[in-house]
């Protein structure tokens, strides 16, 4: 009973974060100056021309008017027309047949990613915090710390100048149609996929042996050291299974964190996926556009942090009663 | 930064209660020197960079300067040049030069940065010292709209703004500001909430201390520390963040130079072996990394205390992913 309490209770917090979120992308879209009017009708704009295309869009009713309509037809999937076009012709453009295909995309990437850098990344993390103070260990650390100082760009930059332009191993771009299967698609999410491996599995790396030492210096380690029990079967038994819990929620959190680093991976690609389609509507100030990709990705980032959430309340039992 | 994480503003005013403990000493590691300097070197250059560099960073390069003596081509290509004594750094993709405009986006990059982070604080500690001494009411309401702003990926946040109002740097600034502020409100109420229950603030109280004199005196002296050595780490996030927007195009407009920015124009020399996307990219990860050395590696770690190892285990017990956000 508490435990469907505590899942309830995430879950309306969840919606609630949903809600809250959609007025703060809204309020930093809408009511800012240099509406949608303005921007289709660019320089041949008259005040009778404004006023008209304003009234025939809707953007003449007071704000919280066009909040609530913004929101319904988001919540039946009517998504609106890109309406200022992230590109020529695109004008007028249904914003869900837009995003569909990159949406693809971005997934194809995400799963890729997710799929090479958290078995990996657990494994290494897991035997640094097996290991602590060897060879193994203090390269991990230093590797991490070095890879997670430097942006992404950095680290893309030097995989393409590596394996790309020295080695030329792999193509610089990462052009994907939607049709490629097999080895084609392999290729294609290479580079982007392992970019984001290497900045992923650095933090999934650090956290893992944190969190595994973490527990090691809990006093049920210190009683089963004290009682002789070997040093393998101390981390396979007690410390890996009261870790399972806090590891799952390092790797939901940082599937999380993927959200944003697929922004820059995209773009230095030319990926065609999401976040390259939303960071084209900033740049021409596609409004509903930009407005549609933000709460996709911020939905997807509030669902993994609530299954992050769920994963320590179902691990940790004391979590189930809230103080 | 070296200054701020020795914290002497606050610890003069720590040693003059009668019953302080000894003033933490900051021991450096060899790493951690080694970052000290590094970092000194870059806060140097924000100040004396304009004026010792060789070029004005919106110069583009005369072809006069490039042609090789002996040479009958009178217009020679200045874009992608390698080093040489003309541009010891090369020259990027209009033809500037590497060095001059690395030293200039220097002052651009640190100082947004720094201010952001500075900004950041004085919402973040302002805000979070409030609620954590100001009673229910105020703290639940701030904690949960700060909970919402935490839980936006903050580029997303970022991407939202700047379509709207565009990118300048003062916008740029406090958008950073506030986004990081946020992450700096939950560990400053957090680390205030432990502060205010312990003896010798009950003590405080009972003497009769003002709500003021007891923030002031007992509390930030306290958070102080902590609050130092996380100013190191957000300063770093700050710096990758600024440099990410500026790469997506979106950061400090051209063209005033700023690293981030001097990386993605540059790109395209890359498969070239051209060195103008590198060296502004190895600028950042020098900075980031000697912060990261000082105050990660070397000083002495508390037992179950606050540095960045136990934040992270503080982070993978259901924290959110605040500590990286600037990465994203």
């Known amino acids: 009973m508490t435990l469907l309490h505590a899942i309830l209770r995430r879950t309306a917090f969840g919606i609630a974060t949903l809600f809250v979120v959609s007025v703060l992308i809204f309020i930093g879209t809408s009511i800012l100056p240099g509406d949608v009017a303005n921007i289709i009708l660019g320089q041949m704009a008259t005040p009778e021309s404004l006023a008209a295309l304003r009234a025939k869009l809707g953007l003449d009713e007071p704000a919280h008017v066009r909040y609530f309509i913004w929101l319904s037809d988001l919540l039946t999937g009517d998504l609106g027309f890109s309406k200022a076009g992230a590109g020529a012709g695109t004008i007028g453009t249904p914003i869900s047949e837009m995003l569909m295909p990159r949406l693809a995309n971005t997934l194809k990437l995400a799963t890729a990613v997710a799929v090479v850098a958290v078995p990996f990344a657990v494994t290494v993390g897991l035997l640094a915090a097996m290991y602590p103070g060897t060879r193994l260990d203090r390269a991990v650390t230093f590797t991490t710390l070095g890879l997670i100082s430097v942006p992404e760009f950095l680290v893309a930059t030097l995989l393409v100048l590596v394996l790309a332009v020295q080695l030329g191993w792999l193509p610089a771009t990462a052009y994907i149609s939607g049709q490629e299967t097999g080895w084609k698609l392999v290729r294609a999410l290479a580079m982007p996929a392992l970019t984001l491996v290497v900045v992923a599995s650095s933090q999934i790396m650090r956290m893992t042996r944190a969190t595994v030492l973490n527990v090691m210096s809990s006093p049920y380690i210190e009683m089963a050291i004290l009682k002789g029990v070997p040093r393998k079967r101390i981390i396979l038994r007690h410390a890996l299974l009261n870790a399972v819990g806090p590891i799952a929620n390092v790797i939901a959190l940082n599937l999380a964190y993927l959200v944003s680093g697929v922004v820059i991976v995209e773009t230095v690609f030319a990926y065609p996926g999401l976040a390259k389609l939303m960071i084209d509507a900033v740049q021409t100030r596609d409004l509903p556009l930009v407005q549609a990709c933000a709460m996709i990705f911020c939905a997807t980032y509030i669902v993994l942090i609530f299954v992050a959430d769920l994963v320590s309340i179902l691990s940790n039992p004391r979590l189930r009663h809230p103080k | ?328």
Not at chain 2, 37 to 50: D, E, K, L, S, Y
Not at chain 2, 59 to 75: H, K, M, Q, R, T
Not at chain 2, 217 to 234: H, K, Q, S, W, Y
Not at chain 2, 260 to 267: A, P, Q, W
């Open chain 2, 1 to 328: 930064m070296a200054e701020s994480i020795e914290g002497t503003g606050t610890a003069t005013a720590f040693e003059e209660l009668p019953d302080a403990p000894p003033r933490r000493r900051l021991r450096l590691s060899w790493s951690g020197k080694l970052g000290a300097c590094v970092v000194a070197f870059w806060m140097a250059i924000v100040f004396i960079g304009p004026s010792i560099s060789p070029y004005h960073e919106a110069d583009i390069l005369d072809e006069a300067l490039f042609i090789v003596p002996g040479s009958d081509n009178p217009y020679p290509e200045t874009d992608y040049q390698p080093p040489s004594s003309i541009a010891w750094l090369g020259t990027d993709y209009l033809g500037r030069d590497t060095l001059s405009r690395t030293l200039f986006g220097a002052r651009t990059t640190i100082g947004i940065s720094l201010a952001s982070t500075l900004l950041a604080y004085l919402a973040g500690v302002t805000l979070g010292i409030a609620a954590a001494v100001g009673g229910n009411v105020m703290d639940s309401v701030l904690s949960r709209f700060n909970d919402a702003i935490l839980s936006i990926p903050s580029i997303m946040l970022a991407l939202v703004v700047i379509a709207a109002v565009g990118s300048t740097i003062p916008i740029l600034i406090v958008l950073t500001g506030l986004i990081y502020a946020s992450t700096v409100f939950r560990i400053a109420r957090s680390l205030g909430l432990d502060v205010k229950v312990s003896d010798f603030v009950e003590a405080a109280r009972v003497r009769g201390e003002g709500l003021w004199w007891i923030v002031t005196r007992e509390i930030l002296p306290n958070v102080a520390m902590p609050m130092a050595t996380d100013f190191g780490l957000r300063f770093v996030y700050v710096i990758l963040f600024i440099s990410s927007l500026s790469f997506l195009g979106l950061g400090v407009q051209p063209p005033q130079s700023d690293w981030g920015s001097m990386v993605r124009e540059n790109l395209s020399g890359l498969p070239y072996g051209a060195v103008a996307p590198l060296v502004p990219a190895l600028a950042i990860a020098t900075l980031t990394v000697a912060i990261n050395l000082i105050v990660t590696i070397s000083p002495p770690m508390p037992a179950g205390g606050w540095r960045r190892g136990c934040s992270d285990a503080r982070a993978a017990r259901g924290g959110r992913p605040e500590d990286r956000r600037a990465q994203g």
